[in-house]
Nanobody
Framework: RLVDSGGGLVHPGDSLTLSCTGE????????VTWYRKTPGSDHDEAVA????????GYADSVKGRFTISRDNAKNAVYLHITRVVFEDSAEYTC??????????????WGQGTHVAVSA
């Protein structure tokens, strides 16, 4: 499974780092995407993604403020958010997918971690 953590109450301008940790899965085998769902929205927005070869991509809405990274030794993928704005308030969830036939699960979702931005 995937365990999301690091959310909480932050203020505009703060920085925080979200973690997606693999338990029982080799996260280095997976491409990982961070999604967020804002209050009142009926869909998830893909905000950052990283391939197994550490290629990265970002939504235009977060480019320059969000950084995705991977630490294979800790079996984790991180989302570092800087200069937090009110619009970053959301439930953040990581999603991992692999084509590796050795993996027990080809795709997994984390349980989500909530970020609330308050003045």
């Amino acid at each position: 499974r995937l365990v999301d953590s690091g959310g909480g109450l932050v203020h505009p301008g703060d920085s925080l780092t979200l973690s997606c940790t693999g338990e029982g899965v080799q996260l280095s085998w997976y491409s990982v995407t961070w999604y967020r769902k804002t209050p009142g929205s009926d869909h998830d927005e893909a905000v950052a993604w990283m391939t197994t070869f550490s290629g990265t991509g970002y939504a235009d809405s977060v480019k320059g403020r969000f950084t995705i990274s991977r630490d294979n030794a800790k079996n984790a993928v991180y989302l570092h958010i800087t200069r937090v704005v009110f619009e970053d308030s959301a439930e953040y969830t990581c999603y991992a997918v692999t084509l590796n036939p050795l993996a027990d699960q080809l795709s997994l979702w984390g349980q989500g971690t909530h970020v609330a931005v308050s003045a």
